[in-house]
């Protein structure tokens, strides 16, 4: 069973970047799509991007060019860069893999979920 590690969240001020990462810790991301998702306090959880093993990438609009997505399938990592990030940005970021249609934004479509990291943007 792939088991997912993020690391990289913390607090930054609005207009700073922040690049997240998640890596297998157990099992392979062979084949898998990785997508990140965010939540925030009193807010459903809602897609922040995807990338496919072959590396096509799908965002969703808010992310507005700001943020990037990519993946290094040699070291089962996936990474979510954000620049000029704002303070509605706060939210935890989680990432997940699981192999649904692409491009999928639905949570219940990934099978294995990272413990997530909080993303706080300062004023």
């Known amino acids: 069973q792939v088991q997912l590690v993020e690391s990289g969240g913390g607090e930054v001020q609005a207009g700073g970047s922040l690049k997240l990462s998640c890596t297998a810790s157990?099992?392979?991301?062979?084949?898998?799509?990785m997508a990140w998702f965010r939540q925030a306090p009193g807010r459903e959880r809602e897609f922040v991007a995807a990338v496919a093993w072959s590396t096509r990438i799908a965002f969703a609009e808010f992310t507005e060019g700001r943020f990037t997505a990519s993946r290094n399938n040699d070291r089962n990592t996936a990474f979510l860069e954000m620049n000029d990030l704002k303070s509605e940005d706060t939210a935890t970021y989680y990432c997940?893999?699981?192999?649904?249609?692409?491009?999928?934004?639905?949570?219940?479509?990934?099978?294995?979920w990272g413990q997530g990291t909080l993303v706080t943007v300062s004023l």
């Open positions: 997940a893999t699981g192999s649904p249609g692409w491009p999928s934004s639905r949570p219940y479509e990934y099978d294995v």
């Open positions: 157990r099992g392979t991301l062979y084949g898998r799509d």
